[in-house]
């Protein structure tokens, strides 16, 4: 009668490349093999690799994000089948928790090289910098950014269930579209790409089907989420997915142990493999019933509570660095703000160079 | 020995036109003479009049919201000389208190008619609408949105102290620059102009020299700070502005009963004519000392709060309703995921018109 | 159709003594007659004194204090007639506001005199003392305890419906019993007694008969609430009253700035005279359907929030200071806390004779 | 350089008994053995039994309750020497994470029989009875208590440091005479009492000396702390004891999913094994320095919110069941408020025999 441990519906294994693992996929696609089923109403853990699938090491030179393959990035854990979910339903996921693994407890943050991912500041640091944060309960703290620590609100970066095949090739469309009539000079969306996939247990012409077919993970996408990166997704939260497939195809993956309310550096968070503990329900009709068109987020109760005057405010005006003013451009001013803040924080001994940081953070 | 009544340093007269008012000013410039003195360390009460001026009324047509006159908004009390104030300083302003007037318990929220001011979704709500909001202490609700009501954050949206001459004409070099450069379908900015302005006691030449000089109200900008519109701004809440002019020629206004995390019309706040009760001190030779760029905030601590499931999130993708995607747009996924919250809350009665209201509510 | 201020249903007089005003009364009865009228669903301000009428100064002087006359204390503002209420009722109170009057921004804490009141900790501190606190907006800050200064939670000490004969009947029973198999030396209950009773506008044989009856207004009771000095009764909270008799007969008073987790002074709180803003409703018939046996409170959302690090806890052990352990001893307990509390305060400076200070405080 | 997993510095065996155990013990003694070291400034997990030591059964019986052994509680882990603390030091114990055992999610919370414990209201409620609650990351629900599940707030209920040989002498000193001058019909206090003693590795003559000298573990004293039961002491909270012995013999236990506000049945939380991370630290000299005359306590940062509106307020008045007034008695007033709640959950099914739950609880 007693219960037993919660399953673990999904395992990992750290030291095996993540594209060995058949558990793991790197694509959003109707046909990757189910990796596991979940009925709806058990507590369950899956257990997920890092966002880079275990490239970035745990020492002090950022060689590794340097020559980091983004080609074999955002490896997910799934897809599930959820028992009893089909096309039309709402997936409602409730996480319970979500810890480190005992035998890994660091995550990292990372500035990315202007030539291999680089990031929204990426003019102005344009050399990779890494931070390895230690993890110690509920708090980290890192010995490249010195008296700094703070409590982490863990949350999974992408949660989704997969495309039908009629969402995935509007994706298709749309992405193709925005890179045909690009002027921009930078990559603006990463089409369906062969090369490096990894579909979980499919090979052969299913596998290649896949790689010719799946969408990018970097990405979000209103018709199911994914990629959404939200900090207060943490313990207690629920979120609403819509399901598209039979069998929802539900997957997760690319852990975070905090994040900024912004992406300042191309890896904005504490980034870590580990365990998260999830609790399914199902609104059977519910895309129609709530005329669903995205997914729905309802944070939980345990967010850290930091009281009056521990959190500075700068505001973001639309003027650049060349004293030139911008009609309402939210990202020079995103951008200006930073640089405001630096100078602020440099007063304190911190180099510019540090600031992969996150936004709220307090002193030891 | 014992204290008096907080001294009033400002009053307006809710009655009489707002340009006929000798203590309101609807420009920045230095030269705008004092409207009354504050001594550091002193709580002072400073009253001021809607952001309208009230030419909103309260009943149950938006006539008057379209046919506002726009040339005659962003009234500010003051500026006051506070003393000891010094160019390089930094004015700390704590804010201790926001009230409405006894005698006038409501405000208002608007929609601005697509050919008079707009807004950011002009385009789908391109007709003038207006919702009065009756306050009862902490809360408001209103005749015209059913079923809504909730305790405000009130604040000033506009803190600032004068420019000095050069600041004055940086101002009008970068903003003659937008203009010059312009390949928009839209004002986007709005140059010094002489019509309706008021300078306050000033007559004559002085008078004629501010109107050809004086900055707009709309903007902020980052030397000074001025129209925010940070919604956390409120009771208990901490401001540090540089100070650029003997007396720091500090001036408030654009009172606010709420306001949301963003401004979807033009009117993005309940706003309302009031009483702030300030207190304010000085950090000497600040702006060097902290290498200040611009203002920085701390909110006070008596922000309303909510509890778990008590707030939904819809996340934004830069996706357009004509399905086409574009990169990193936060414009398009702000306003598409508005219209995500508009047909989510239709469900429970709401028209679009009525969405107005600030963005964090809840049920009565 | 524009509304104009909330109307005020009780105005006092703060230089009048208390028992001149008509509208206040300092004992429960059923037949003190009404002071006004208000309507369900209507906001209404109601003024009231501090709970001494008046009689402590903003002065230096603690002489007030302990020639204070306690028969002549707590008048309550009221009874008001709730239209439709009826015995059997429940009345929601919800409080919008509460604040102190613009010409009176100050307050007052007081040790009592062990002859005159006394308190919790007369045998160890049996000196009158007084602190006078300075009112800025949300903030206090007293001359006479420096370095401390904090948001008050606004609330009234004292709210009630009128009982029923049968009810006031039973507590002159049940308060009669205690003083007559009272063994400690000390008073444990006043009756009721004519002397220096105030009934609003009775006279006459009406005013001797609610002298001769009418219950004291120190202590709270279960059929009806009356003095709680729960803390957390602020804005936007809501309170459950019983309704004994035709209109409910509703008081008033006894307003803090501020008041403790308990009371280790006679007069735990900061004392104001203020103004509080109602809006009454009534559950008809609820005491059956609740089967409610004494009021119920639910706080509101604007309670300071202070975070984390900022509030120390002491244990309490029910050892006194003589080494001598007591069973279970909740009083031993918390005097021997509020003793080690001192020690650590003194540590700043403070002496015990300032402890008269509320529980949560925060440094300037 | 990478760090490994956080050292476990005590594992306990979940199905051996207690006594069995080495680094167990069921005494405070300054001469039990050093079960483990742990280093200033070290992250360490310590692994606890439940507070009866495994008695209570995952089951739906509560005969285990009613026959539970009380002679065998309160095993704690430890004592630790933590290195290079002396007498008059201050340990500063930071609790980073407490979690339950993967592998025993679940945890009871019961009643104890009128003759085998008691507690608050066996009165009322003379029979033993018991829950079992499932935990799920961080939320806990009863197959026991229908439609009730919350957040739990997860602390150890014991924690401190051993007593020097003089204050382990007062203790029995005071205790002694406790007893000795009792005129109580119930136990007051438990002597040092050989039978069942758990003193580690101690065997012969020391386990025997022991014996003869422990102090009990079920009350708190104001020496070291102890048995103190606080509910928010938490991941992130801070602990401050003093140290008495060299290497300051530091025990924990007692672990707890979530406790009230009071203790109404013996067993007022909801009782647990689990895994406890600590970091520790030490203020040299601090006894002296700080005056601490007993533990000082700091929240932590992540207690869970429940927003306004989720949280009932009942008020306690010393009348007792019967209608006799008792005079300012906590005691009397807290059982009868108990007795209210009852009445008011009753409403929604509940029974009486239910109510072992904690205080703060929102439904599902």
């Known amino acids: ?50 966002w880079t699938g275990g490239q970035i090491k745990n020492d002090d030179s950022a060689d590794d994000v340097k020559n980091c393959d983004l080609s074999r990035v955002h490896y997910l854990s799934g897809p599930f089948e959820i028992e009893g979910a089909e096309p039309g339903d709402i997936l409602v996921v409730e996480i319970q928790d979500v810890q480190p693994f005992d035998e890994r407890p660091w995550g990292f943050t990372a500035v990315f090289d202007k030539k291999n991912g680089g990031g929204f500041l990426d003019e102005h640091y344009p050399q990779a910098a890494k931070a390895i944060w230690d993890f110690e309960g509920i708090f980290c703290s890192s010995r490249h950014i010195p008296h700094v620590r703070f409590p982490g609100l863990i949350h999974p970066g ?3 269930c997969a495309p039908s095949p009629e969402i995935l090739a509007e994706w298709t469309r749309r992405e193709s579209e925005l890179v045909e009539f690009n002027t921009l000079d930078r990559v603006v969306a990463n089409l369906p790409e062969p090369k490096n996939i990894h579909a979980g247990t499919a090979t ?3 596998k290649a089907k896949i790689g010719a077919e799946g969408a990018r993970t ?8 994914g990629n ?15 399901v ?13 142990f905090s994040q900024g ?44 509570q930091f009281g009056p005057g521990r959190m500075l405010t700068f505001e973001g005006f639309s003027v650049d ?13 995103y951008r200006q703000t930073c640089f405001r803040v630096f100078e602020y924080l440099k007063r304190y001994g911190y180099s510019g160079g540090e600031f992969s940081l996150p936004a709220s953070f307090y002193k030891k």
């Open 261 to 304: 309310d912004g992406e300042i550096s191309f890896c904005g968070a504490i980034e870590m493999a580990g365990i998260i503990t999830f609790k399914f329900s199902l609104m059977k009709g519910g895309i129609e019933n709530l005329d669903m068109k995205s997914p729905i987020f309802i944070p939980g109760p345990v967010e850290p």
């Open 218 to 225: 970097i990405p979000g996408r209103p018709e199911h989420g």
């Open 228 to 242: 959404c990166d939200i900090k207060n997704l943490s313990r207690g939260s629920k979120t609403y997915l819509p």
């Open 1 to 50: 009668m007693a219960p037993g441990p919660i399953r673990t519906a999904l395992k990992v294994d750290l030291d095996k490349p993540a594209h060995e693992q058949e558990y793991l996929h790197n694509r959003w696609h109707p046909d990757i093999p189910f990796a596991a089923k979940i009925v709806p109403g058990e507590a369950v853990k899956v257990e997920c690799i890092d």
């Open 158 to 160: 992408i949660m989704g």
């Open 321 to 333: 660095e060349n004293g030139k003013q911008h009609y309402m451009d939210v990202t020079v001013a």
């Open 244 to 256: 598209h497939v039979p069998g929802a195809k539900f997957s997760v993956g690319d852990l975070h």
């Open 204 to 206: 052969g012409d299913l």
